[in-house]
């Protein structure tokens, strides 16, 4: 009697375990579920409209549609540009102007690796695409009016713009035949009598380069260090571009200064008194090979400089005295700079430019 009570309170204490355990899992399950975060799209079903916009594209609105789609929220353009292999995508840039009323808002976006692109949470308003190149920002294609759904609504833009392009690859190759390790190649498209000259596209970097254009003509000018400026106008293909050497200029020292007898160095860089207006769209940095040398050392009383161009040019001097092992005094002698012009006969002139020789001796007698 006693072994059957035990088996039947044994039962009853298995069947409020049981039930304990499940209440746990119920509990368990219905916390999680709460803290899951809740779709912003609602309820509604996926849709999918494709419209066409005319040629080179196609529209796609994908997404959901239900009662939280706000037409006042951001909406979304994703997508992808077509091109001819070997265009570099990121050398497009996307512009949007997006209208609305009488307000307009203008927003440029860089390509991705593969063209693609994605806009998030763009204004109400119709919007204009176009597609422009990077430096020039020349307009390769424009679409009007992309038809835009609202919030929640992923409109998709597929654009073609295979032979739009065209693609150019140059071999720069230096003085002696070398590939060139530091070059500026300038393009622009193919002028015409009365267009202005300015190179609006330029790169830098060791060769070769392969540039991209709106245009199927283009001029090209290249500058490197050591090397004369090379213009080729009308370019249709690509092809190898020879540099020459540049223009010799010989400097000599006064015959009363004697560097190695004063202990120190005497150096001089060259710099162009005026620029060249038609490569004002690079920066500073890159203009400078065009317009300073790199700095000469006199080793003994003349030394020959390169130059890329004809013109006038600055003679800026600087002495340098070794005062340790790893410590070197810069004696600035930059009171007023010497000029020498550079023609087409001067490589046989030995020019002997203003040297400020009085700041020079005080220099020395301070340090």
Not at 107 to 114: I, K, Q, S, W, Y
Not at 220 to 249: C, D, H, I, K, T
Not at 252 to 266: C, F, M, R, T, Y
Request: proline letters at 7%.
């Amino acid at each position: 009697m006693q072994h059957r009570y035990s088996r039947r309170l044994l039962g009853r204490a298995s069947v409020l375990a049981f039930m304990f355990l499940a209440a746990l899992v119920f509990l368990a399950l219905f916390v999680g579920s709460s803290k899951m975060p809740e779709s912003r799209s609602g309820n509604g079903s996926k849709g999918r409209v494709w419209e066409e916009t005319g040629s080179g594209q196609s529209v796609t609105k994908s997404g959901r549609s239900g009662p939280e789609a706000s037409p006042e929220a951001g909406r979304v353009l994703q997508g992808q540009v077509r091109l001819d292999d070997g265009v570099d995508p990121r050398t497009l840039l996307m512009k949007l102007e997006v209208v609305d009323g009488s307000s307009t808002m203008s927003l440029v976006f860089p390509l991705g690796t593969r063209g693609d692109f994605s806009v998030m949470d763009l204004p109400p308003g119709n919007v204009r695409v176009t597609f422009v190149t990077g430096q020039s920002e020349d307009a390769v294609h424009t679409i009007e009016s992309v038809p835009m759904e609202p919030s929640g609504i992923v409109t998709r833009l597929e654009v073609d713009l295979r032979e739009g392009l065209h693609l150019f690859t140059f071999e720069v190759l230096g003085p002696f035949g070398e590939p060139a390790t530091d070059v500026m190649l300038f393009w622009r498209r193919a002028r015409e009598e009365g267009e202005p000259d300015i190179y609006t596209n330029w790169v830098r970097g060791p060769s070769p380069h392969a540039i991209t254009s709106t245009s199927e003509w283009i001029d090209v000018a290249v500058l490197a260090s050591g090397a004369r400026v090379l213009e080729v106008p009308a370019l249709s293909f690509s092809r190898p571009l020879q540099l020459r050497e540049g223009y010799p200029v010989r400097i000599a020292l006064p015959e009363e200064v004697h560097p190695a007898d004063d202990g120190v160095s005497v150096a001089l860089r060259l710099a162009a008194l005026e620029f060249d207006p038609r490569f004002e769209r690079a920066t500073r940095r890159g203009r400078g090979l065009l317009e300073e040398t790199g700095e000469y050392v006199i080793e003994g009383s003349e030394v020959e400089c390169i130059v890329p161009a004809l013109g006038v040019y600055e003679v800026r001097w600087r002495a340098y005295r070794e005062v340790s092992r790893d410590g070197i005094q810069i004696l600035h002698l930059e009171e007023r700079p010497g000029r020498v012009e550079v023609s087409p006969g001067s490589h046989a002139t030995l020019f002997r430019p203003y040297f400020p020789l009085e700041l020079y001796r005080s220099k020395l007698k301070d340090s």
